[in-house]
């Protein structure tokens, strides 16, 4: 295709619409929300307990005196982290940086999202007021920004990466 950047738009509509088409099966339903749910659960509950909090945790239920948090979709990173896939896979770079980028961005969406489970636990148990304008408006702009961030700065590092590998074969 002659023009690079429709190509990317293409593919990066193609890309995010797969992956979108593919987190409402009912085979991601079962073997990817729900343990990836419980596991996002499990992690911040014994995170929270290591930073002192007296927690349980019950499937996706955090549960503590004054503050509890039901993970549920959308509390999982995984649409930011579509979004952010899908700019990686559709940028003319090489297989290996496309998957680095993919790999490293990912896990950096969902490092982000046990913070923000932490801390909606905290606005929730402190300042119970506020807990829907930070889950609702702050962290999924926050989010989205996030995604966009990451592939802004993966894109410039691929670009850098390709370019000393022309020249070095120059």
């Keep these: 295709m002659k023009h ?4 990317f738009v293409i593919f990066f509509g193609v890309y995010m619409g797969a992956l979108y088409a593919f987190t409402m099966t009912a085979f991601f339903e079962r073997h990817g929300w729900v343990p990836y749910l419980d596991l996002n659960a499990d992690v911040s509950g014994a995170l929270l307990g290591f930073f002192g909090q007296d ?3 019950a499937g996706r239920a955090i549960n503590a005196p004054g503050a509890s948090l039901l993970i549920e979709r959308g509390c999982d990173a995984i649409h930011p982290s579509a979004l952010f896939m899908s700019a990686v896979l ?19 969406l969902m490092v982000t999202n046990l913070i923000r ?3 909606l636990f905290y606005v929730r148990k402190h300042w119970p007021e506020i807990f829907e304008m930070m889950h609702v408006e702050v962290w999924q702009a926050l989010f989205i920004f996030l995604a966009i961030l990451l592939w802004v700065i993966w894109a410039r590092w691929a670009v850098r990466s390709r370019a000393v590998q022309v020249d070095a074969t120059t």
């Design 55 to 57: 927690v349980t945790v």
């Design 117 to 119: 489970i932490i801390s």
């Design 90 to 108: 559709a940028a003319p770079t090489s297989i290996r940086s496309r998957l680095l980028g993919a790999i490293v961005g990912i896990s950096l």
């Design 4 to 7: 690079p950047i429709l190509r």
